[in-house]
Protein backbone atom coordinates (compact mmCIF):
# COMPACT_ATOMS: atom_id res chain seq x y z
CA UNK A 1 0.00 0.00 0.00
CA UNK A 2 2.85 2.27 0.79
CA UNK A 3 4.64 1.42 -2.60
CA UNK A 4 1.29 2.35 -4.24
CA UNK A 5 1.00 5.76 -2.60
CA UNK A 6 4.28 6.18 -3.70
CA UNK A 7 3.79 5.51 -7.14
CA UNK A 8 1.28 7.50 -7.29
CA UNK A 9 3.00 11.04 -6.23
CA UNK A 10 2.17 10.39 -2.33
CA UNK A 11 5.27 10.39 -0.79
CA UNK A 12 4.84 11.16 3.08
CA UNK A 13 1.50 9.82 4.99
CA UNK A 14 0.99 9.73 8.87
CA UNK A 15 -1.30 7.00 10.19
CA UNK A 16 -2.78 7.18 13.19
CA UNK A 17 -3.27 5.57 16.30
CA UNK A 18 -6.58 5.47 18.40
CA UNK A 19 -5.46 3.89 21.62
CA UNK A 20 -2.41 2.85 22.44
CA UNK A 21 -2.22 -0.71 20.98
CA UNK A 22 -2.53 0.84 17.55
CA UNK A 23 -0.51 3.50 18.25
CA UNK A 24 2.37 1.42 19.29
CA UNK A 25 1.30 -0.68 15.88
CA UNK A 26 1.25 2.91 13.62
CA UNK A 27 4.81 3.72 15.22
CA UNK A 28 6.06 0.26 13.96
CA UNK A 29 5.25 1.06 10.69
CA UNK A 30 6.34 4.16 10.39
CA UNK A 31 9.43 2.92 11.65
CA UNK A 32 9.90 0.24 8.94
CA UNK A 33 9.08 2.77 6.26
CA UNK A 34 10.85 5.93 4.99
CA UNK A 35 7.71 7.65 4.05
CA UNK A 36 5.44 6.86 6.95
CA UNK A 37 5.27 8.93 10.14
CA UNK A 38 2.85 8.05 13.33
CA UNK A 39 0.06 9.48 14.98
CA UNK A 40 -0.37 8.26 18.79
CA UNK A 41 -3.53 9.07 20.25
CA UNK A 42 -7.68 7.80 21.73
CA UNK A 43 -10.48 7.92 19.85
CA UNK A 44 -13.44 9.10 21.31
CA UNK A 45 -15.42 6.15 20.57
CA UNK A 46 -13.30 4.14 22.98
CA UNK A 47 -14.56 2.59 25.99
CA UNK A 48 -11.43 2.48 27.97
CA UNK A 49 -9.50 5.26 28.87
CA UNK A 50 -6.86 6.73 27.31
CA UNK A 51 -3.07 5.44 28.50
CA UNK A 52 -1.78 8.92 28.68
CA UNK A 53 1.97 7.55 30.47
CA UNK A 54 2.15 5.48 27.46
CA UNK A 55 0.70 7.81 24.71
CA UNK A 56 3.46 10.19 26.10
CA UNK A 57 6.34 7.48 26.07
CA UNK A 58 5.30 6.90 22.53
CA UNK A 59 5.25 10.79 21.62
CA UNK A 60 8.82 10.93 22.79
CA UNK A 61 9.75 8.50 19.45
CA UNK A 62 11.19 11.01 16.33
CA UNK A 63 8.92 9.11 13.83
CA UNK A 64 5.79 10.66 15.72
CA UNK A 65 4.82 13.89 14.51
CA UNK A 66 0.99 14.56 16.00
CA UNK A 67 -0.87 13.65 19.13
CA UNK A 68 -4.23 12.01 16.89
CA UNK A 69 -6.54 10.93 16.59
CA UNK A 70 -8.34 12.13 19.34
CA UNK A 71 -11.57 14.57 19.30
CA UNK A 72 -15.10 14.14 20.23
CA UNK A 73 -17.95 12.52 18.78
CA UNK A 74 -21.13 13.23 20.45
CA UNK A 75 -23.24 10.95 17.51
CA UNK A 76 -21.69 7.49 17.82
CA UNK A 77 -24.06 5.15 19.53
CA UNK A 78 -22.45 3.90 22.12
CA UNK A 79 -19.49 6.20 22.87
CA UNK A 80 -18.86 6.97 26.55
CA UNK A 81 -20.69 9.83 27.89
CA UNK A 82 -20.04 13.15 26.56
CA UNK A 83 -18.72 14.71 29.80
CA UNK A 84 -16.03 11.83 29.98
CA UNK A 85 -14.93 12.61 26.05
CA UNK A 86 -14.11 16.20 27.39
CA UNK A 87 -12.30 15.20 30.10
CA UNK A 88 -10.23 12.72 28.14
CA UNK A 89 -9.77 15.22 25.10
CA UNK A 90 -8.33 17.89 27.89
CA UNK A 91 -6.05 15.64 29.10
CA UNK A 92 -4.62 14.44 25.21
CA UNK A 93 -4.43 18.17 24.40
CA UNK A 94 -2.47 18.47 27.24
CA UNK A 95 0.08 16.01 26.35
CA UNK A 96 0.33 17.66 23.22
CA UNK A 97 1.14 20.81 24.79
CA UNK A 98 3.62 19.25 26.83
CA UNK A 99 5.52 17.12 23.92
CA UNK A 100 5.04 20.20 21.50
CA UNK A 101 3.10 18.15 18.79
CA UNK A 102 0.05 19.14 17.03
CA UNK A 103 -2.91 17.00 17.25
CA UNK A 104 -5.48 16.27 14.79
CA UNK A 105 -8.85 16.40 16.12
CA UNK A 106 -11.97 13.84 15.28
CA UNK A 107 -15.23 15.88 15.27
CA UNK A 108 -18.55 14.92 15.23
CA UNK A 109 -22.08 16.60 16.18
CA UNK A 110 -19.54 18.47 18.62
CA UNK A 111 -18.05 21.53 17.34
CA UNK A 112 -18.66 23.71 20.13
CA UNK A 113 -17.31 21.93 22.37
CA UNK A 114 -13.97 21.35 20.63
CA UNK A 115 -13.67 25.25 20.32
CA UNK A 116 -13.88 25.39 23.81
CA UNK A 117 -11.16 22.76 24.70
CA UNK A 118 -9.14 24.27 22.00
CA UNK A 119 -8.96 27.85 23.65
CA UNK A 120 -8.54 26.74 26.90
CA UNK A 121 -4.81 25.31 26.18
CA UNK A 122 -2.86 27.83 24.58
CA UNK A 123 0.09 27.13 22.17
CA UNK A 124 -2.07 23.70 21.26
CA UNK A 125 -1.90 23.75 17.47
CA UNK A 126 -3.58 21.18 14.91
CA UNK A 127 -5.64 20.15 12.38
CA UNK A 128 -9.35 19.69 12.02
CA UNK A 129 -9.13 16.07 10.92
CA UNK A 130 -12.29 15.19 7.83
CA UNK A 131 -13.74 18.45 7.92
CA UNK A 132 -17.10 18.79 6.87
CA UNK A 133 -18.49 22.11 8.51
CA UNK A 134 -19.61 25.23 6.58
CA UNK A 135 -17.72 28.44 6.42
CA UNK A 136 -19.01 30.29 9.63
CA UNK A 137 -17.45 27.27 11.32
CA UNK A 138 -13.82 27.34 9.29
CA UNK A 139 -13.71 30.63 10.68
CA UNK A 140 -13.68 29.93 14.24
CA UNK A 141 -11.37 26.97 13.85
CA UNK A 142 -9.02 28.55 11.52
CA UNK A 143 -9.08 32.16 14.37
CA UNK A 144 -7.34 29.63 16.73
CA UNK A 145 -4.91 29.07 14.47
CA UNK A 146 -5.70 25.72 13.21
CA UNK A 147 -5.42 23.95 9.60
CA UNK A 148 -8.53 21.62 7.91
CA UNK A 149 -7.93 18.77 5.99
CA UNK A 150 -10.11 17.85 3.98
CA UNK A 151 -10.63 13.90 2.52
CA UNK A 152 -12.84 12.38 -0.44
CA UNK A 153 -16.26 13.95 0.83
CA UNK A 154 -15.47 17.07 -1.22
CA UNK A 155 -15.62 15.36 -4.29
CA UNK A 156 -19.33 14.45 -3.71
CA UNK A 157 -21.40 17.00 -6.13
CA UNK A 158 -23.64 17.03 -3.03
CA UNK A 159 -20.95 18.76 -0.90
CA UNK A 160 -21.13 22.46 -2.53
CA UNK A 161 -20.94 24.07 0.43
CA UNK A 162 -17.91 22.57 1.53
CA UNK A 163 -16.10 22.91 -2.19
CA UNK A 164 -17.14 26.56 -0.78
CA UNK A 165 -14.72 26.10 2.48
CA UNK A 166 -11.59 24.64 0.28
CA UNK A 167 -12.09 27.76 -1.93
CA UNK A 168 -11.81 30.25 1.03
CA UNK A 169 -9.07 28.17 2.96
CA UNK A 170 -6.07 30.38 3.29
CA UNK A 171 -3.46 28.83 1.22
CA UNK A 172 -1.28 27.73 4.14
CA UNK A 173 -4.06 26.09 6.16
CA UNK A 174 -4.81 23.76 3.70
CA UNK A 175 -4.45 19.95 4.43
CA UNK A 176 -5.54 17.38 2.33
CA UNK A 177 -5.80 13.76 3.71
CA UNK A 178 -7.54 10.44 2.69
CA UNK A 179 -8.62 8.66 6.11
CA UNK A 180 -8.29 5.75 4.69
CA UNK A 181 -9.94 2.90 4.75
CA UNK A 182 -12.61 5.55 4.85
CA UNK A 183 -13.01 8.95 3.37
CA UNK A 184 -13.66 7.57 -0.34
CA UNK A 185 -13.43 10.05 -3.13
CA UNK A 186 -16.98 10.07 -5.11
CA UNK A 187 -15.50 8.45 -8.20
CA UNK A 188 -14.50 5.20 -5.53
CA UNK A 189 -17.39 4.69 -3.47
CA UNK A 190 -17.69 1.06 -2.40
CA UNK A 191 -14.14 0.38 -2.73
CA UNK A 192 -12.08 0.71 0.19
CA UNK A 193 -9.86 3.85 0.11
CA UNK A 194 -6.59 3.65 0.70
CA UNK A 195 -3.33 6.37 0.94
CA UNK A 196 -2.78 6.71 -3.24
CA UNK A 197 -6.05 7.68 -3.38
CA UNK A 198 -5.15 10.96 -2.30
CA UNK A 199 -4.66 12.17 -5.64
CA UNK A 200 -8.57 12.05 -6.27
CA UNK A 201 -9.41 14.70 -3.85
CA UNK A 202 -6.15 16.74 -5.00
CA UNK A 203 -7.17 16.92 -8.67
CA UNK A 204 -10.60 18.72 -7.57
CA UNK A 205 -9.47 20.80 -4.70
CA UNK A 206 -6.76 22.30 -7.14
CA UNK A 207 -9.52 22.37 -9.60
CA UNK A 208 -11.63 24.56 -7.37
CA UNK A 209 -9.05 26.63 -6.33
CA UNK A 210 -8.01 27.55 -10.00
CA UNK A 211 -4.36 26.14 -9.88
CA UNK A 212 -2.15 23.17 -10.77
CA UNK A 213 -1.84 20.14 -9.07
CA UNK A 214 2.29 20.86 -9.20
CA UNK A 215 1.65 23.99 -7.35
CA UNK A 216 -1.17 22.09 -4.89
CA UNK A 217 1.73 19.65 -4.27
CA UNK A 218 4.33 22.13 -3.00
CA UNK A 219 1.41 23.84 -1.33
CA UNK A 220 0.39 20.91 0.89
CA UNK A 221 3.57 19.61 1.66
CA UNK A 222 5.00 23.17 2.59
CA UNK A 223 1.91 23.37 4.96
CA UNK A 224 2.45 19.19 6.10
CA UNK A 225 6.43 20.31 7.08
CA UNK A 226 5.20 23.72 8.79
CA UNK A 227 2.81 21.49 11.10
CA UNK A 228 4.35 18.24 11.67
CA UNK A 229 7.55 19.06 12.15
CA UNK A 230 9.20 16.47 13.15
CA UNK A 231 8.62 15.24 9.98
CA UNK A 232 11.79 15.84 8.36
Known amino acids: MVSAAVDAGVTRMVTMGVDAAR ?12 EVWA ?4 HPTEASPPEIDVLNDLARDPRVVVIGEIGLDFEEAGAPPRH ?11 LAVARDLPVSIH ?11 IDAHPGLRGVMHYF ?15 SLGFAGLVTRPSRQSLRDVVK ?8 LETDSPYGNAHKRMGVPNRPAYLIDTAELVADLRGTGLSEL ?10 LFTKMT
Open 168 to 175: QCPGDRLL
Open 23 to 34: SRTAMALARGHT
Open 107 to 117: NRGAATEILEV
Open 132 to 146: ALEWEWAERFLDLGF
Open 217 to 226: AKLECDNALR
Open 39 to 42: GVGH
Open 84 to 94: VQVSRLHALCE
